[in-house]
């Protein structure tokens, strides 16, 4: 046939070889397509894995932070001591009765978390209401992120964990941990392979063992003999699974959850750890409880003498020299008029004045019968005779981390700031006669004499002050509220304060002090927040700045001071959460402190308060 094409059976040759031709390219193209789309899945899985915020600088995602929970991030740092007997950690999260302030660089702050200004990928904490916080989240040091983020959610927890951090113990238990880890991980993908069925039955006896020591056992000398025969044969089986190739996403997976299984039990140790942290800073110690409680029924068993009338008239003479303590801690109270007493020259002078709660007052007063201060005189008043508001309250303390304009970047500072509460303002109207007085907290003990501070000419000013500039008024608009102020104000701290009552009168301050609180509180919040933003707004442009030879604060929060470089300095203020009585005070400062302990006194032996 001159056309070419031969026949066979009615078909044609080329037609079938063209049908043949397009069954081979389709079965080609089948055969690419499944090659190209698992490796588009593993290249885009490993870009993913590589580039994701969260993973970790070991190559796995960390697993999403679990918020804080509130009973261990609770905002108030106020040392209100005797109210914390029958705390309970619904009540350490959801006190609403503090501030933690936060301020950036430029100053900027807004309400919100703690953790906004850190990082927008790190998930958020339990709310701390009256929060301030920055606008501008800054970028960390890879390196400093745990630190920076440890201190801003727990506070001074952090400091004392690293203060008191200890060298690893029981080794052998945590190594037993870790290959417990790596063959758990791998035993999965072993096991689906049939021609290694020995490998997992001795992998999985090895397992077991393990499993059965830790759960007898959780230090190393509560291990079996020949542990490390069992240590050896684990490490031998693992390295028989390593050498066998597997499915790398299987062993991935796994390794994955084992991961998200420790961080979740470490991050409630932390969490548990910072709770049980402020518990003990937030409580009053059972032998300070016992001291108190002692002292009470004593009084009631022998009821103490009355005063003489010329005591008595030393409480309203002008000529004196008058300190004021608010305090319900017949300790701190004591040591504080102590170390006051021993190093005045003329101890005759000085009259103290010290309020206290109905608990506590009928305690205070025996103890200051007991006791002799030298020639000076000493008042226990009941605060609630002289207010309508129950209880007292304390000097407010409140954390502020900022960061030091002076140092790089990331090098945050921590310190506390503390005010005058809602009971002073009390102090016209319950010392009418007086026309100065000098305010000692309770936390503070004396190294010089202090009758210089009667004869400051402070002008027009009310409040002789020490005056933390680190942190201005400007910088806590946002969280004062819509008030005007100056802005370039520095914040004051209580601890010593010189008060002078006639121009406190005479400007009507306690007045103004309860026009804002009222302000405050109708935007919903609580007596003592709203007495900690009056407090900083009542006393604008009336602070008489002392000098820093006065007083040195942060001795119940920095670790890093030096005890040389105070020792010049008239007053010692154990402001921050560690205070002197506690057992979580920093022990090179408490030595200061206890130093003006009165040993001798049979209720303190009684009740174990001496260390």
Known sequence: ??????????????????????????VLGL???SMLVPLVFLIGFHHAFHSSPSSSGSGFPSQQQTSLDDRAVGAYESHHYSNYNTMDPERVGKQDLGTSFHIGING??????PENHVDKNVQKASPERYNVNINSPMALNQGDESEVLCELRFGSYCLWRREYKVAIIDSMVKKLKDRLFVARAYFPSIAKLPAHEKLSKELKQNIQDFERMLTEATTDAELPPHVENKLLKMEAAIAKAKSIPVNCNNVDKKFRQLVDLTEDEANFHTKQSAFLYKLAVHTMPKSLHCLSMRLTVAHFQNPSVGLDDSVTEKFVD???YHYVMFSNNVLASSVAINSTVLHAKESKKLVFHVLTDRQNFFAMKLWFIRNTFKKASIQVLNFEDYNTIPGLS??????????VAKLPKMHYKTNYISLFSHSHYFLPEIFKTLD???VLDDDVIVQQDLSALWRLNMGKMVNGAAEFCAVRLGQLDNYLGNINFNRTSCAWMSGLNVINLTSWRKLNLSEKFQTMVQEFRREGRLLEAAASRASLLTFQDLVYALDETWVRS??????????????????LHYSGNMKPWLELGIPKYKSLWLKFINREDQFLSDCN???
């Open 1 to 26: 046939m001159k056309s070419g094409v031969v026949s066979v059976n009615g078909v044609g040759i080329s037609t079938t070889k063209r049908r043949w031709r397009g069954f081979v390219i389709a």
């Open 31 to 33: 055969v690419f397509l």
């Open 108 to 113: 900027s702050i807004t309400k919100g978390h």
């Open 318 to 320: 002008p000529d004196m």
């Open 394 to 403: 304390l000097s407010e303390e409140f954390r502020v981390t900022y960061q």
């Open 436 to 438: 100065k007085i000098v």
């Open 554 to 571: 942060g001795l119940g929060h920095e670790y890093g001071l030096d005890v040389q470089s105070f020792k010049n300095s008239a007053v």
């Open 609 to 611: 308060v001496i260390p």
